[in-house]
């Protein structure tokens, strides 16, 4: 069993309301993310791959589209736009075009915060 693992950055702004007193949130403001995708399965015996990057790549540039230099408050099916939600958002976006789709994982590395998403019945190990 293989994990193929592939990442998009994306550029984005929103804004967040917040339990706890935390005004910046609320205003517009940015943050720049990484997205992290992992696919698991077996190598192909013939191509030897799990599946072909491009494919993988082109997957996810359509889903980054969605997302990069965009108002996150205003992207559909999202909510706010928090780690937790984006992490689901791409993994539904991506699901029926990657099988094998084992873990999503999205990352502010400016603040060393990461969120990742198993599905709805994963373990996000
Ligand atoms: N569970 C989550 N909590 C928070 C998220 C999130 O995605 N999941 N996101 C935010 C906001 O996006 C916030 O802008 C994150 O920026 P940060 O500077 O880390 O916010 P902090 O409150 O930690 O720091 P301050 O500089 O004091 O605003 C918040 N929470
Ligand atoms: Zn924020």
């Keep these: 069993m293989f994990e193929l693992t592939k990442q998009f950055r994306f550029e984005a702004a929103h804004t967040l309301a917040r339990r706890i007193e935390a005004e910046p949130s609320r205003r517009i403001h940015g943050h720049s993310y990484r997205a992290e995708v992992t696919i698991r399965g077996h ?6 791959m799990v599946v072909d990057l491009g494919l993988f790549r082109r997957a996810m540039e359509e889903v980054r589209d969605g997302l990069d230099h965009r108002f996150l408050d205003e ?3 999202l909510g706010p736009a928090t780690l937790e939600n ?6 539904r976006r991506l699901a029926d ?3 094998g789709l084992s873990k999503v994982t999205v ?3 400016s603040e060393g915060e990461a969120c990742s998403y198993a599905g709805a019945g994963g373990d996000a190990r």
């Design 43 to 48: 190598a192909d015996p013939e191509s030897g």
């Design 75 to 77: 992207v559909p099916d």
């Design 86 to 91: 984006l992490s689901v958002w791409i993994w």
């Design 97 to 99: 075009r990657c099988p």
């Design 107 to 109: 990352h502010r590395d």
